[in-house]
């Protein structure tokens, strides 16, 4: 079935430092790319939508400056999290879709 | 209100048993259905989709009730494996994102 890459798995960054974040779909092509993050215990939250050529849309409340999420080829999209800081740690996964959606690994981030 | 809605549980069963959990959606356009399965700091994973009649894969039935705008899952003869949260997904005519409801942490107990 399709499969979507995520990387890195772990990350531990010190406050301040800019992440990223790459999904890749392996076998398919993605025109849209979703990212999401999961806080221990709780849902995930879409974070934005990721168009290849254009524009991520962004979720209400979400900053797109802080979260840059780039969508430059078919099969890649990454998220930045710029200026990291303790209260961004989090779970972040990314998913695409071909017929049906798929996830990335995830990306657990510690900000210290 | 949320746009789906799922009791967050736990819920702790003993292996073979049988449970179900609901899932209400707030929004009439909501098209597709599907129930996702997460283990602790893993991806979620599809469980099964959803669909209008009603279906069943092995021991895990999924049913839909779109007057009343919930979904179910019932999983019988439960094992120890089947621990794990279960995530309710819904996605609205005409959008891109799916909604994700907030899980039911499930454990079966040997």
């Known amino acids: 079935g399709a499969v979507v890459s995520q990387h890195p798995s772990w990350v531990i960054c010190k406050s301040g430092t800019s992440v990223k974040i790459e999904c890749r779909s392996l076998d398919f092509q993605a025109t849209t790319m979703f990212w999401y993050r999961q806080f221990p215990k709780q849902s995930l939250m879409l974070m934005a939508t990721?168009?290849?050529?254009?524009?991520?849309?962004?979720e209400q409340g979400v900053e797109k400056d802080k979260f840059l999420i780039n969508h430059a080829s078919l099969t890649l999209s990454t998220l930045t999290v710029t200026s990291a800081h303790p209260e961004d740690s989090s779970f972040y996964i990314c998913?695409?879709?071909?017929?049906?959606?798929?996830f990335g690994s995830g990306t657990q981030l510690s900000v210290l | 209100r949320k746009e789906v809605e799922q009791d967050p549980g736990p819920f702790n069963v003993p292996e073979g048993a049988t449970v179900a959990f609901n899932c209400t959606y707030s929004?009439?356009?909501?098209?597709?259905f599907f129930w996702y399965r997460q283990d602790c700091r893993k991806e979620p994973k599809l469980l099964m989709s959803?669909?209008?009649s009603g279906n069943e894969d092995g021991r895990f039935t999924a049913q839909l009730n779109r007057a009343s705008q919930y979904i179910s899952l019932l999983i019988r003869d439960s094992k120890l494996s089947d621990s794990a949260t279960y995530l309710c997904?819904?996605?609205?005519?005409?959008?891109?994102?799916?909604?994700f409801g907030q899980g039911t942490r499930l454990t079966i107990n040997p």
């Open positions: 929004n009439s356009a909501s098209q597709s």
């Open positions: 990721s168009n290849e050529g254009s524009k991520a849309t962004y």
């Open positions: 959803v669909y209008s």
């Open positions: 997904v819904v996605n609205v005519r005409g959008a891109q994102k799916l909604v």
């Open positions: 998913s695409a879709r071909d017929e049906k959606l798929f």
